[in-house]
């Protein structure tokens, strides 16, 4: 696949180790492709290869140039089921992380965010820009995501301003592509499932919320250059401004797509699907134009061919 850097921003991680975690994730594995690609040596940190990123003696390798802290549950499936660990991934691990970049002298860290941490933004604070502070409850279904990745912020912030730790946040907005688990259970693995075995897509709720969709080759762009040229203790938006479209839109043009008309049925949120989601979701990007000239170039209608087609 191809990401796209700058020649400026392979050349900043030409012949530099990173140590990633998450890295047998779906972003995780397009990391070390891109990462490789540039010539960097990625040192995987994964808890399926038996290490635990909120353990504090697992941080106790060799050093490395930067840290990617990917690590995390994402799906809103996953974390309902297991709220504490997604909770402590973006808590007691992105702490392990600061502490090791701190302790070790690590140039620079990448913390992976959220676009969940904006919660439910009103009309006129959609498309969202990074100064927004969020409408998140502590206790709703989602609070053990969305308030985890806050906090990780935070730290992030705590550590640049007390301990000199450079680091860069970024907030993802719907990254999807190649690679995403069937059992993943968001919106697109759930319908391509769907798809594949003949069935009726489902939509959650009344199919009018709204999504951006960015496709993962400039998602992974995005991340990689804000933790070459984004600002220390900065945070960006990584997403597509547009189309935003509704699910019942989505399902249009994933029809044409796949080339035949989708049967869909509404259905209420189910109990092992957290409720209470954003009605929409759209990133304002000028922040990361500005910095360091992002700008995402595959259309929704390209990214699903690919998506579908894997």
């Known amino acids: 696949m191809n990401y796209s850097l700058r020649p400026e921003t392979a050349a900043a991680f030409k012949d530099k180790t990173v140590l990633l975690t998450g890295s047998a994730g779906f972003l995780g594995r397009h990391f070390t492709k891109a ?20 353990d504090p003696e697992e941080w106790s390798g060799e050093s490395c140039d930067m840290v990617i802290h990917a690590a995390g549950i994402a799906s809103p499936f996953h974390y309902r089921a297991r709220p504490l660990s997604a909770l402590d991934a ?13 302790r070790r002298g690590v140039s620079r860290l990448l913390f992976l965010s959220s676009s969940e ?28 995501y969305d308030e985890s990745k806050r906090l990780g912020e935070t730290l992030c912030q705590i550590y640049h301003d ?28 759930n319908w391509r499932e769907s798809i594949r075995k003949g069935e009726t897509i489902r939509i959650y709720g009344n199919g009018n919320q709204t999504r951006t969709f960015c496709y993962v ?15 220390s203790g900065d945070v ?5 401004p547009g189309p ?14 796949v080339g035949k008309p989708l049967d869909f049925v509404r259905i209420d949120h189910p109990d092992t699907y957290p ?5 929409r979701r759209c990133p304002d990007i000028r922040k990361a134009r500005e910095h360091f000239g992002f700008e995402p170039t595959v259309s929704l209608e390209d990214g699903l061919a690919e998506f579908m087609a894997e």
């Open 275 to 279: 409720a209470d989601e954003p009605q």
């Open 217 to 231: 080759t400039d998602g992974i762009r995005g991340c990689l250059e804000a933790l070459a040229h984004g600002v």
């Open 244 to 257: 935003e479209v509704s699910m019942l839109e989505l399902a249009s043009v994933l029809g044409r797509v």
């Open 162 to 189: 007390h301990f000199g730790v450079e680091s860069v946040t970024v907030r993802p907005f719907n990254l999807y592509g190649p690679g995403m688990r069937p059992d993943d259970y968001r919106v697109l693995p």
């Open 90 to 102: 973006a808590v007691n691990g992105v702490r392990n992380a600061l502490e090791f970049t701190k």
């Open 236 to 240: 960006y938006n990584i997403g597509t």
């Open 117 to 144: 941490i904006y919660g439910d933004p009103p009309a006129n604070q959609v498309p969202t820009q990074e100064s927004y502070r969020g409408s998140v409850s502590c206790r709703g279904p989602r609070a053990c």
């Open 35 to 54: 990462l490789e690609g540039c010539g960097a040596r990625v040192e995987p940190f994964d808890i399926v290869d038996g290490m635990d990123v909120n």
